[in-house]
């Protein structure tokens, strides 16, 4: 029998090969392009091109890939109902999590061929994004809205929650998460959705777990929890008095720290400069002395970097998102990286299957359950 190894969580194991996208210390790049390049020259919808076709789009694969998306907006009224008789206190992630796996019911692409796949990933973006609109709605006592035509992706997102176009900034700034957010290699849910892939099981049961575990606050869920932490404060000396009362308890911070990340994380960079200057167009400085108060500490004394959770979680709240609406955003976004792992593994396949190591007592009878 091959060497094994045991390596908890898996950490620094490498658990199978990718060109999805390369995630590195000093870079990070989807398809080999670097991500600084396209948060600078790229929209989502051209990262989600590269993502699930591999290349760049040009004008023509654009109009089509954006054709596509239009095509499949519109979620069947069996979902917009379904999404109507959850209770109201039901927190998004699990809606979202339903509201996919009822729309698989009535995937509109046949087949499996990896054609297909790539459709069907166009598809489950345009399924993501109207869950959580209709979701949003619906809460809000309104009927969910048919898509505009025209509209980016994330300016449909915004359209069909708030019922009227996005200014450009907000639809700029939810442009930039959707591409930050979209993919990352092996993280927790990327891995997960491959391993429904390796057992040949279909595509939305795979989006459905990334969904699940994308969810944790360890993982997805820590841009509402820092945005959580960020709100129970009122002044900058409110939040570092938090922050040495939970060092002392040596209790986690959501939204920093990564894994594989240990001197900073690149999409942390890109988006905190660009909430920096939304704080200041909104005249909200005040949350960055608050958001600076918890973040100085953490990296000058511990050493431990915002993940991108950090300055998102603040974004969105500027944008004046719901807070429960955080993580469903990121799954809009993450859908396409899960998609574009999905189809490469179904098509490239070995099953996942790594083994354990038995800790347990062994040797064990059975008593007659009168003796036990
Ligand atoms: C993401 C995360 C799970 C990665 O963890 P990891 O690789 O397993 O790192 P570890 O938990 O082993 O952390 C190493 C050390 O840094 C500390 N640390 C890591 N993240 C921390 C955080 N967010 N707050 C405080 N301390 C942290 C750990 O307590 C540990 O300290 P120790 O060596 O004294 O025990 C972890 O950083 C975390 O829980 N972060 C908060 C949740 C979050 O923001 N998740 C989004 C990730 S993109």
């Not at 976004?333 to 490469?344: D, N």
């Amino acid at each position: 029998m091959a060497e094994t190894i045991f390596k908890p969580g898996l950490e620094g194991v490498i658990a199978g090969e990718t060109t999805v996208s390369a995630v590195q210390q000093s870079s990070l790049a989807y398809r080999g392009y670097n991500i600084s390049d396209l948060a600078e020259n790229a929209t989502f919808e051209e990262v989600a091109h590269i993502l699930l076709h591999g290349e760049l789009p040009n004008t023509a694969q654009l109009t089509q890939f954006n054709r596509s998306l239009a095509e499949f907006h519109q979620l069947p009224d069996a979902v917009v109902d379904a999404i109507r008789k959850i209770p109201t206190d039901v927190p998004m992630m699990d809606v979202l999590r339903t509201g996919v796996s009822m729309a698989g019911h009535f995937d509109p692409v046949q087949g499996d061929g990896e054609t297909e796949l790539r459709r069907r990933a166009t598809w489950l973006m345009t399924v993501t994004a109207g869950v959580v609109a209709a979701r949003y709605r619906l809460i809000n006592q309104k009927e969910p809205l048919a898509p505009k035509p025209g509209l980016s992706h994330a300016q449909q997102i915004l359209y069909q929650c708030l019922g009227e176009e996005p200014d450009d900034t907000s639809a700029r700034l939810l442009d930039l998460t959707l591409i930050l957010y979209a993919e990352h290699e092996y993280n927790a849910s990327t891995f997960a959705t491959r391993i429904v892939a390796s057992t040949m099981s279909d595509m939305v049961s795979g989006v459905v777990t990334g969904i699940g575990t994308l969810k944790g606050p360890l993982h997805g869920g820590a841009n509402e929890a820092a945005m959580e932490m960020l709100s129970q404060f009122n002044t900058p000396e409110e939040a570092e008095t938090w922050l040495r009362e939970r060092f002392a308890k040596k209790e986690k911070v959501m939204g920093f720290g990564h894994r594989v990340y240990k001197n900073g994380d690149h999409r942390a960079h890109i988006l905190e400069a660009e909430l920096r200057k939304l704080a200041i167009q909104k005249n909200k400085q005040n949350w960055m002395d608050i958001y600076d108060a918890i973040k100085k500490p953490m990296v000058e004394e511990k050493k431990i970097f915002p993940n991108v959770d950090y300055p998102c979680g603040l974004t969105y709240y500027l944008l004046d998102l719901p807070i429960d609406m955080y993580t469903p955003l990121f799954v809009c976004s993450r859908v396409t990286g899960w998609c574009a792992h999905f189809i490469e593994q179904a098509t490239n396949n070995r099953l996942i299957r790594p083994l354990s190591r038995y800790v347990g007592e062994e040797n064990r009878t059975v008593l007659p359950i009168g003796d036990r």
